[in-house]
């Protein structure tokens, strides 16, 4: 029987915070890459709603550096056209977005210029005092990954990045990268002894957007705070987990960087495998970034790893049709746009828990979710003398990360009526509509959260070599014929039929798509 919908009446409380983040110190944001998609699409938009919302600091500036000329004017208006786009809140408040704007200046040069790089020491010094930043700065480089050693390089050189010896020392210095962290493991390791040459750790943030959505961030305060799940979070109840990130679109243009890259790369390395450590981690001692980011490491070191011959037992590779004749891909290229994978943690909580994991691009609809699948019943007690009881479905607890942020719940319960006829229902809750507020964008929490130096939703240094040293083996495998072949799969379908083996091994099935 289809499942039925059931409404729930939610009376969120909203007294004193657990945790109290307050308003960041004043600083300058320096934008390397300021006029590259991302900055218009997404860096731009959420400095916007944190100005609007009176979130960033009072004394607050920003710096946005290209390697093409920019001057101050026609750059600020450019800023305000992509705002009319890409803003989460229309229409526009017009003195909101020209108080932000105003906060804008420009600096140009390459990236190994020094001189353009003394020039910009002078514009921070500067800014410091007429914007009363505190001398604070943090670097935001949303660059391609290649630029990031000779970017760090030419911000030491200039004297712009300083370690920090002690906790809290004023004034600070902050990095920001975003992924990828590397393209596989021994590249990951040269760009954090870069970075290292630099900085201490604790002002290095590895972004990784998918951290900044707010139910990625409730799957703690759902686990460690309701007595009734916790205790079920095991081995003895959990059959198994599924994790989805479903995209409906292709490539759209980017073919020759998505060849270079991949799904795995870009989706299971550092997205899924962060929400599955999530899922899966030990209760931290506290909710402090180490103690969670150290439970987090945990997990990741007991993946059990998956090399060789063993790959195409546990890993389904696909590519939709169409795909090689996209502009910038190589012919016979063996660059996957779909994965499946069955992971194992060997640890007391998980053992025989398997973990199937599922991404891809130019599938059905856009999806991103956790199910977290929970034992079967052990009796025929509704059986009848017949096998009513195999038609019984095992409750299924869903963490919606995008579109439409929620929680489901599936559970059996008796139709009205003489007869003992069961069906399925479902308890669902929107995020938004029980707490009545729209869900800021993730890079919103995440750039509030570097300018107070809280690291609990970034990656560390020894969780990405951890995550590449799994996923690494695979690749290897995976570009040749030892990794098993590559599907193909039709655009707008669940993926290749291949991957339904994965789990029908041990008599599962995948959730609908």
């Not at 240094?461 to 990794?483: C, F, H, N, R």
Request: proline letters at 6%.
């Amino acid at each position: 029987m289809d499942a039925q919908g059931v409404h729930i009446e939610t009376h969120p409380r909203e007294g004193e915070p657990v945790f109290s983040a307050g308003r960041p110190d004043p600083c300058t944001l320096v934008l390397f890459g300021a006029t590259g998609d991302l900055a218009e699409r997404k860096l731009f938009p959420a400095l916007f709603e944190l100005a609007r919302a009176g979130l960033l600091p009072e004394n607050f500036a920003i710096v946005a550096y290209s390697r093409s000329k920019l001057e101050d004017g026609p750059f600020r208006e450019h800023v305000k056209e992509g705002l009319k786009k890409f803003a989460r809140t229309q229409p526009l408040d017009e003195a909101a977005v020209k108080r932000f704007t105003e906060t804008i200046e420009t600096a140009s040069g390459g990236y190994d210029d020094p001189e353009a790089f003394k020039l910009l020491g002078q514009k921070l010094q500067d800014l410091s005092k007429r914007r009363k930043t505190d001398g604070n700065q943090l670097y935001y480089m949303a660059t391609p990954a290649s630029t990031f050693p000779q970017i760090i390089q030419s911000l030491s050189g200039a004297g712009l990045l300083k370690r920090e010896e002690q906790p809290g020392q004023k004034p600070w210095h902050r990095l920001i990268i975003e992924k990828p962290f590397g393209h596989d493991l021994e590249s990951a390791k040269a760009l954090n002894k870069t970075l290292g040459s630099a900085l201490d750790e604790k002002q290095i943030f590895r972004i990784d957007h998918y951290l900044g959505k707010e139910t990625v961030q409730n799957i703690l305060v759902f686990r460690f705070a309701n007595a009734i799940f916790e205790p079920l979070w095991n081995r003895q109840h959990i059959d198994h987990v599924e994790i989805t990130a479903a995209e409906a679109i292709g490539v759209e243009g980017r073919g020759g960087f998505y060849d270079e890259t991949g799904v795995i790369r870009d989706m299971v390395q550092n997205h899924l495998l962060q929400v599955l450590a999530l899922c899966a981690m030990e209760p931290p001692v506290s909710f402090a970034a180490e103690d969670i980011r150290d439970e987090k490491n945990k997990v990741f070191r007991a993946l059990r790893p998956v090399e060789g011959g063993d790959v195409p037992q546990h890993v389904v590779v696909g590519q939709y049709e169409g795909y090689q004749d996209e502009k910038g891909v190589t012919k016979g290229s063996r660059t996957p746009t779909y994965v499946a994978m069955k992971m194992n943690i060997d640890s007391w909580r998980w053992q025989g828990v398997p973990f199937y994991l599922r991404a891809g691009k130019n599938l059905k609809k856009r999806l991103t979710e956790v199910s977290i699948h929970f034992k079967t019943v052990p009796l025929g007690l509704f059986s009848g003398g017949g096998a009513t009881c195999q038609r019984l479905q095992p409750n299924v607890l869903t963490l919606r990360i995008q579109p439409h942020e929620g929680i489901a719940l599936s559970f059996e319960s008796k139709i009205p009526g003489e007869d003992v006829n069961i069906g399925g229902v479902t308890m669902d809750m929107d995020y938004a509509e029980s707490f009545k507020k729209p869900v800021p964008e993730a890079y919103e929490r995440l750039l509030l959260d570097c300018m107070r130096g809280n690291a609990t939703l970034f990656a560390r240094q020894d969780s990405v070599e951890q995550a590449w040293g799994y996923i690494t083996p695979i690749l290897k495998a995976l570009e040749t014929d030892e990794g098993g072949p590559v599907h193909t799969y039709a655009k707008g379908s669940k993926g290749p039929d291949a991957a339904d083996a994965l789990p029908a091994k041990n008599g599962r099935r995948w959730s609908t798509l």
